[in-house]
């Protein structure tokens, strides 16, 4: 035990408080992550509505069941269908492969359901441009949709965003961003359904690189214009997994089966304001688990952000004199830290899960408030058209391609 | 979402599997903590019991059905000797302030319930050798006792106890700790009971002290024989509370009231082995946040930790060829690190309240297996006799002095 | 003091061994660093010959003199082409901007003289190719050139290499390199002569990218195969010098200038081998003063290094043990580092200087053993190939550019 | 190359300028760094002597004119009598042992020599005293004396020293010191001179104990007013060394000997303002090779030091809002830094030998302007002083020792 601060709310949770009930679909590494978000929110959060794990969904009934006893749903279903139909349901939350996301988000909005959608938003633009119309289309019905982009709702990032808003860094110069993992390395790990471009859409782009691009214009305040990029396979055959898990068909032959995605992807490009944009997304980065590291160098300032060390900001103050100016390591766990009232005392650091706690809290203001929630899935499409760039100029020998407004 | 490795236990939760009811004395910060512990266990790690947040007890009826419903406990009680005797209880988990702690422990033993006690175990060494023999009379009615050294639950730390028990450091020559926090810098910060001897036993020395003790000699694997010394109050006057919070009754003249512990205690040691120890704790370090540290040096090795960076682990490998040798920074966040084959993909760190989701975890699978759980009321009490032999050391002008066995 | 194994060589430094005269053509920054280099090298390392500072040149025959004392120089000349033609000179060491390096290296050359040329090579491949030739031709008469990228000589580099070259990291998949400081983020900087085209040739890109390109090469073992650039000049008029210095003719109306180079320079690559590369210079990266960070991974492993740490190497051995893996960092102040040998004992640190101590030593072993010494003319030209091929895409739309054989 | 701010002084060197002919005795470790400290004085800083490396001395005359050639002196001497005798020795610079310093000094001063004598002072504090009272008699006929604590001459320190004057971090609570290094984790290590009592006086406590009790007194600004101490020799015996190198006769049986000095030494403290301290020295920390780290935490803001990164000084400013506030790392390099006006551009670091070129530089300004240096040799005593009450504690059960005045 360390500091006297923290105080509960004395509210207490649910009492008295509209429900809002969540039907979710898929249940693996994002459903359990979810999981947790919807099931602590209301827990450390003063909220203006409850919310209830209600129904998930899966294909597998008794897996369902496992799934649903483990991660604490009250109700299972096994198409996604029924799910969205349900008049027990509110919101929708959609947490599988990318190439179900358009089908489920429209048909949920179109049932009447708020809807909160992973990242990437979809495989293609064009399923990205049918969900933005959904979306659209559901708000006039006071339906509201957001995409998933948890990686702003990190305490460290948030605080980042507010202090460019605060206009602390000034003109942007530049913004250096690269999220790598190594799980790629070994050629022997198995083809799962994320190195198939099929069900994947893309690799370590759409997976990680959707992350960055989507972090690197929020905390910037501005878009993207265009980009120029180099992708690469290493890899381009690989075992076939075991079993045919997550609706993997086999594929390819004698065992092995090829990679139809990148491995990693490169890429620098303009922000509207001139300010210069590196990019790299790679699983093939030995040693590195889950850096996703950005920095931002303005006329005034720098922020840089690492999340392997997520409760830390780095903040360069250029107004400051040069004999006592350096880069200072913010920890963010005060209590005027976006986030941070709720949580522990000072130095009591937060954990990876905890975006999804947070993104669960924001979400269920919006729905209280009736307020458009950020990220948008026009916000998603965005995206995936900076991701659509990146591809068309991979394709045309990395030719500097605009996004498409 | 990164990396397809996670997978979700297939057995659910609840179904089928005996419940271990919780009746928890206190929710203050402790009490939150220990409340997210109880709540998330089962939905993570595959629990061979089912914890139940069946009771929480506070004075305040209000307050506590408030906190009841804030932190997801069915029934409330405003009188823990209510609690304790209460037939749908299993264990009592003791997150009050140290003043009471003895006598709640030896009562709830007494009526056959299993405990759970925040740490420091007592506020006297009599107190703690109470609540021992209690514990062990208990034991022979398959009672079981732990005390609540949570930082023992860190992965990081956990895996730093396994590399000392591999042997990896060798012969150990020192251990050096320090707990810094800065909360008690400003002079204008008010006079709460955590500042008052009769409620808080000490000053950082307990609230601080207590736990680098543990964490050191749990580390080392062995224990300290006798310390040397020296303890310090800054402030020694501070302004009383708004409102006398959490029992403290007002004391001093004229809205001031006299700090009556130690603001600071730093000691050096000898461990069993002839190592030597340093330590310090301390509320007026200027700048760290949570920032308990400690470093290992054995013959063959050194071992490095800091709770700022709790994903971490610093390891020197010694035995290696001095070009290449470094210390390492291990991110703990690897399916086969302590408690992280249920949680997230490499990378993926964990957070402060997560310890207390471990020592649930490990509490539940000691009761279901009827195993004495670690660290024990005797573990606590000899921490106690530690911190004793500490202030008994700066009384008596510093002089080295044994640890009573 | 602190350790006893240094032990200085017994055998002294100029007594009876050949001298090696040197003659600088110019002495303001990297004057003043190359004379450290000549002066120091013979202090410390055990050379076959005796380096002797015997002639500096400038055109100011007042503040040459003077540079001469304040530097050790012996005597000095206001004509390079006079130092060049000089019996008393074996070495011209050519320490000015870039437009003049191509005339005077193959004058020395021609002279008989072995050169030393600060990086980059020359303003223009041309120049470069014709310098190339010049040194061809030398070699024949048993004169040796070298261009000057000292940071192949920071101790942490020099391992790194040695790492790479025993195939610790394996099969290269990425090299990420940026090179960042932030000089000119202020838009009342001054229009030196750096930047101008006439005679700087380009901006970040040949100050800060030729050493980046070099030492990523150099690292890798292998050469890049093309490119895609983005390049941008932030701020386009600038004050003019108070007075013009170092030759810069005034230019533009009412005191202010043309910034006619690039402020900053982002190009990602492929190597022959198939990695991918990104490379980033900048001075506009507000609070990185002299960061240039590189990292490499490999198939089994991974280094990276950041010269503002440069006692310091970073490597991951992907080899290990998940549990026990981590990027350790290796102080490279060892013995059996490289150059430490002759240095202080392990942990004491050397700094930016001792890189050209390390280039002098590096430069008389060859010169004296007859051995064409590296960074070559040809590697410089090649580096210089490099960045034609840089700037021709980013005029053609960042479209990727093979670099010319 | 990188910046164009560096500009070379326009005045030379020697010209016109006075000599400073110095009289080094010792030529190991500390008299090669010595040696490069008055090498390279005059050439980087514009001095007003011109230090010359006169004469050094040591007792095998073929050894010590080896040394002078290679590290630059001009003459040489193998008996230090004579060359305090010498009328072309302005200043004698010990570089001996401990055991030899007071004699030495006392005759150097006496010959009318200025005195630059390596730390500790002295192995006794009645040396000490005699050093002190030779120095103050010395100082009555213009001759001036300083100990050579060269960490008070990092420009990281002596910035933190600045910014301590300049009340950054106001009433100070707390100092914590290490000096960590790891040469003796090998049993196996040999028995040198530093390793017997006779001649070092005392083992880690002389030889890093004093620089740290130096630093943080230097730091602080103020004195230790009592200590309480730990010290262990964890290895008693080892191997006798190949041949007896300087000096050292051969002790103990069959090949080993008995080390006679501590191996590590642990000491809290108190300061004269109450503010609390913490050191430990040791040569047993493994992976540590030259961990000198000092933070100070003050009401105002706190500063930390680590000489493994010594171009890098940690500041935390507290009276920044709680929002924005962190540890900033202060890249100790800017033309306003202390010594950094003469080297080079932001960013291009320094390394452990530059501490004795700006010893060097503060030296002669002090001979030529006829001030007192610092540190005094009565501060040099005062150290020892502090030393000895350690040693007292140490003996007496670790009963807290005032610092004799």
């Avoid at 459903?31 to 099931?39: D, L, P, Y």
């Avoid at 003063?46 to 597998?60: I, K, S, T």
């Avoid at 939350?93 to 049932?111: N, W, Y």
């Avoid at 119309?133 to 948030?158: I, K, S």
């Amino acid at each position: 035990m360390a500091q006297p601060q923290q105080s509960d709310g004395a509210d207490g949770t649910g009492a008295g408080k509209p429900p809002l009930r969540v039907g979710m679909v898929g249940y693996a590494f994002m459903g359990a992550a979810h999981s947790q978000g919807w099931r602590t929110a209301g827990r450390v959060f003063d909220l203006p509505m409850n919310p209830e794990l209600a129904v998930v969904c899966g294909r597998d009934a008794t897996a369902v069941r496992a799934a649903a006893d483990r991660h604490g749903w009250t109700d299972t279903e096994t198409d996604w269908r029924a799910l969205v139909e349900r008049d027990d349901v509110d919101l929708v939350d959609i947490c599988t492969p990318g190439d179900s996301h358009a089908e489920i988000a429209v048909a949920a909005l179109a049932a009447g359901k708020h809807v909160l959608c992973e990242k990437p938003l979809a495989n293609t633009v064009a399923e990205a441009e049918a969900m933005v119309r959904a979306a659209e289309e559901a708000r006039g019905r006071g339906r509201l949709a957001m995409v998933g982009f948890n990686y702003r709702r990190v305490p460290a990032t948030a605080l980042a965003r507010r202090m460019v808003a605060e206009d602390r860094i000034g003109a942007l110069r530049h913004v250096r961003v690269a999220y790598l993992q190594d799980w790629l390395v070994d050629p022997a790990f198995p083809l799962t359904w994320r190195l198939r471009r099929e069900q994947a859409g893309s690799g370590s782009l759409g997976d990680l690189g959707a992350h960055i691009v989507d972090l690197a214009q929020y905390l910037a305040g501005e878009r993207l214009a265009g980009v120029s990029a180099l992708t690469e396979t290493f890899v381009r055959q690989r075992p076939l997994p075991a079993a045919p898990a997550g609706g993997l068909t086999a594929v390819g032959s004698a065992g092995t089966g090829e990679v139809t995605v990148d491995d990693a992807a490169l890429f620098t490009g303009r922000f509207a304001s001139g300010a210069l944009a590196s990019f790299e997304a790679t699983r093939y980065a030995t040693g590195r688990k889950n850096a996703l590291r950005i920095e931002l160098n303005g006329e005034r300032g720098s922020l840089a952000f690492d999340l392997e060390r997520l409760n830390e900001l780095s903040y360069h103050d250029a107004t400051e004199p040069a004999a006592h100016a350096g880069f200072r390591r913010i920890l963010v766990t005060e209590p005027d830290h976006p986030y941070l009232d709720a949580w522990w005392p000072p130095g009591h650091g937060l954990g990876y899960e905890h975006t999804f706690v947070h993104q669960a809290r924001d979400l269920v203001h919006a729905v209280a408030e009736g307020r458009a929630p950020e990220p948008s899935f026009a916000d998603g499409l965005q995206v995936q058209r900076v991701l659509a760039a990146v591809e068309d100029s991979a394709r045309k020998n990395s030719v500097y391609t605009p996004i498409a407004a």
